[in-house]
């Protein structure tokens, strides 16, 4: 892949004196504890073996130059290193601007321009963080051409800063962690409140990981994700006229429950509930994970979804559909959506004996019940972002 890459570089950008180097980032899922990363909880997640590529070689002025083999359509995204604002006629270029803004605001010195290919295998919008892919391949390229000599967790923060504050997307850090700390054939039990990490290894015996894309796309921008976060900001702020925390993820069970009255509005006591049990859930997932249990794990999957669906409504009908079809074959250990929600992808864990059969009675009820076809990948679990290689 990186040969015609290197191909399509030369074809869009002009001959130049300085080497040309390649940074890959993969993107992550999910497998358990969602909407827990900014309340402060434990996330669970793995990177992939497929993400995105960057192509880049330095120029001697101040122009960067970006294009995409996903949005070739756009053509050459040219702007200057003296002008970086957002502006929505840049599109998806807006994310590494982002990453360099954040860079330069920690005061880091990006001193010369450069052009850059970024090629994809993550399908946009599916919530497989492609837009975090992106951010954390810019931060490792500029990291490495600039010598800049950041730290890998803070590069991962100023990744997170840069869709915070110059995109306006209010995510958490799992995406950004996930994609830039991955490690082949371990998952990152992450508690987001301390970035305390500690990776356990993904063995799943017989089975393995599918991914099913609903196809359905959601901005996660203009989804009901930020008013999610307002509700449970209002109901950790009722918490705290009693209780000394500075999340909902410092609380057990029994704690939200004795206390939970305290929340005036009905629906931000239902959102903090998620946010709390789904944390506890993902602590005792890795347990089991670790203790081979591969059955308990599955059915805390199933939990997972369902209060997903009933607490903090970001399911919809496609992922439910998805799901509720995975949940009735044989040989399914457990299922539930990954990533924001309202559209985007499922995570199964299937037997091996089982996939084809999976993949062809789920595709073929969820055509049925949606009108929509979904995409399937069965997945390899991939290495955080790095150099790949390097060309002169």
């Not at 497989?128 to 600039?146: G, H, K, Q, R, W």
């Not at 669906?309 to 919809?316: H, I, Q």
């Not at 985007?344 to 089982?354: A, L, M, Q, R």
């Not at 009675?361 to 073929?364: L, P």
């Given at each position: 892949m990186t040969n015609s890459l290197l191909t399509i570089f030369t074809d869009v950008f002009n001959?130049?004196?300085?080497?040309?180097?390649?940074?890959?980032?993969?993107?992550?899922?999910?497998?358990?504890?969602e909407h827990t990363d900014y309340n402060g909880g434990h996330v669970f997640p793995c990177a992939l073996s497929i993400g995105t590529t960057a192509i880049v070689r330095k120029r001697s002025d101040r122009i960067i130059q970006f294009y995409s083999t996903n949005f070739s359509d756009l053509g050459v995204i040219k702007v200057s290193l003296d002008e970086l604002v957002y502006d929505s006629a840049d599109d998806w270029a807006n994310y590494p601007k982002g990453v360099i803004v954040a860079l330069e605001q920690h005061g880091y010195t990006v001193d010369s321009g450069f052009d850059v290919l970024y090629a994809g295998e993550i399908p946009n919008g599916a919530?497989?963080?492609?837009?975090?892919?992106?951010?954390?391949?810019?931060?490792?390229?500029?990291?490495?051409?600039?010598?800049?000599?950041i730290d890998r967790v803070s590069l991962v923060k100023m990744c997170q800063q840069a869709e915070n504050e110059f995109i306006g997307v209010s995510c958490g850090i799992m995406d950004q962690f996930?994609?830039?700390m991955g490690k082949e054939k371990n998952a990152i039990l992450l508690d987001c409140d301390t970035l305390d990490y500690t990776y356990s290894p993904l063995d799943l015996a017989a089975a393995s990981l599918i991914i099913a894309n609903t196809n359905k796309r959601r901005g996660l921008a203009d989804s009901k994700y930020n008013e999610r976060r307002e509700e449970c900001e209002r109901a950790l702020k009722d918490l705290q006229g009693e209780l000394d925390i500075r999340s909902l993820g410092e609380l057990t069970r029994e704690q939200f429950d004795e206390k939970a009255h305290l929340i005036e509005r009905e629906v931000d006591r239902i959102r903090a509930k998620h946010a709390v049990y789904e944390n506890a859930r993902t602590i005792e997932a890795v347990k089991k994970l670790q203790a081979?249990?591969?059955?308990?794990?599955?059915q805390l999957m199933n939990a997972s979804h369902i209060s997903l669906?009933?607490?903090?409504?970001?399911?919809?009908k496609e992922l439910d559909a998805l799901v509720e079809a995975a949940w009735e074959q044989e040989g399914v250990i457990g299922s539930r959506m990954t990533g924001a929600g309202f559209g985007?992808?499922?995570?199964?864990?299937?037997?091996?004996?089982?996939i084809d059969s999976f993949i062809e009675?789920?595709?073929?009820r969820y055509s049925e019940q949606t009108g929509l076809n979904a995409d399937f990948y069965v997945v390899q679990v991939g290495d955080g972002a790095k150099e790949i290689v390097t060309v002169q």
């Open positions: 001959e130049g004196a300085n080497k040309i180097r390649t940074f890959f980032a993969p993107g992550r899922v999910n497998l358990i504890g919530g497989l963080s492609s837009s975090a892919s992106i951010e954390v391949v810019t931060a490792i390229m500029l990291n490495e051409l600039y010598s800049l000599a996930a994609i830039g081979g249990d591969i059955a308990g794990f599955g669906r009933d607490d903090y409504e970001v399911t919809g985007g992808c499922t995570i199964s864990i299937v037997t091996n004996e089982h009675k789920v595709g073929a």
